[in-house]
């Protein structure tokens, strides 16, 4: 799980420090800054899938998870003198990540901090990664990737928290896909681990773009799993049809009763009032040709997918999505209440809510979406949902830069900082329309 992010530098963010929740809300206005959070974490994803470990970043390209151009386009105000920094902190929830040294220690539930800083355009930088393990020790690996002629230091902490090690490198040491270090034999052994760690971190991250893919009136499915449903829904189908095949269960939150994958699908739609009835169907057997067919009502007629409303293949993929990767996964979410009626947007912050407790799954969502933030409210102040697991933040951007926000909700669901104009002035809006109104019946008077 992501606790912490520190950025500077990056695209309009000249400095960023969040700390996220277990469900975390990015709000604000447009071209504010809010996706740029979710990009900046996209980049390293794609950067540590990269088959060139010689690249430090990896920006983007066509069909790829994000296109940032050149240094130049995603640096503060194009300033390319400027170095980009980042300090990224998360908790581990492998239970047995192996420390290699003279006495094995197995870490539980863990932080991790990596930071980098000053890396700039030509690739030059310096690292440094900790780990603390618990409250009264704290273990650090330094590592320092300086310019020419200068000193690589490492400095491991023993169990006996005494033992320091230093090594000289005369040679110029680039950065290797950001994260990973020179192959030498004396300090590899020591930050494999974290390597390792982060690793598993970027691994751990699923992102859903804003915009799905259009229903198809039939899928082909050949017994793939895809690791996801795609950035654009485009393999929803394919994932419950694998979940299905392997005899997935998960369970249905208000009865706690465990129910075959696509079950639990269908009940969300229809509890979110899209639907009555949604299945997937094999035309022929031995085909892999399927239907995926809904019923609006229950004395409705089946129709494809392709057929009913937009809305329900735009949250399809969010639910299957919140329901297929592995439990302690990270789910980056760009505008999920897009083409959704108001009242599946506050039903869709509930399946946000529930899914996340129950499968340890965080969730950092970008939304304009007004019902969507007061229905995470409305489940503090019922106490349905811990006001500590819920981050929310309001983006803004003053001349250029963007700034954030901590919206501070009490444990009664208030937000005692609730910015001017958070989504409009509905007040305003309600009073030109009365006034409006006014003024027209008053002139109808002295016709």
Known sequence: MLTELQLSNFKSWRELDIKLGRVTGLFGTNSSGKSSIL?????LKQTKDATDRGLVLDLGGQNQLVNLGSYKSLIYKHQEDLPLKWDIKWFSNNSRELYENSVDVIFRNKEIKVRTLSLNHSAS???????KFDTKK????EIYVPKKNTIYDGRIGKPQGIDYSLKRFDTLLSPI????????????????????????LMDNIYYLAPLREYPQREYQWRGSSPSSVGYRGEYTIHAILAATFRNETQIIPESNEEKPFQEVIAYW???LGLIHEFKLKEIAEGTGLFHALVKKEPESTEAFLTDVGFGVSQVLPALVL??????GSIILMEQPEIHLHPSV?????DVILQVSKQRNIQVIVESHSEHLLQRFQRRVAEESYPVDDLKLYFCDSQQGESKLMDLEMDEFGDIKNYPDNFFGDEMAEMAATHKAALKRKMQAQTK
């Open 345 to 349: 947007q506050s039903g869709l912050a």
């Open 322 to 327: 919140l329901y297929y990767v592995p439990e």
């Open 125 to 131: 930088g310096y690292f440094k990664i900790a780990k």
């Open 39 to 43: 990009q900046f974490l996209l980049m």
């Open 177 to 200: 896909k950001t994260y990973l270090f020179p192959d030498d034999e004396s300090f590899k052994p020591y930050i494999a681990f974290i390597e390792s760690a982060y690793e598993k």
């Open 138 to 141: 704290e273990y650090k690996v």
């Open 269 to 271: 739609l229809k509890k």
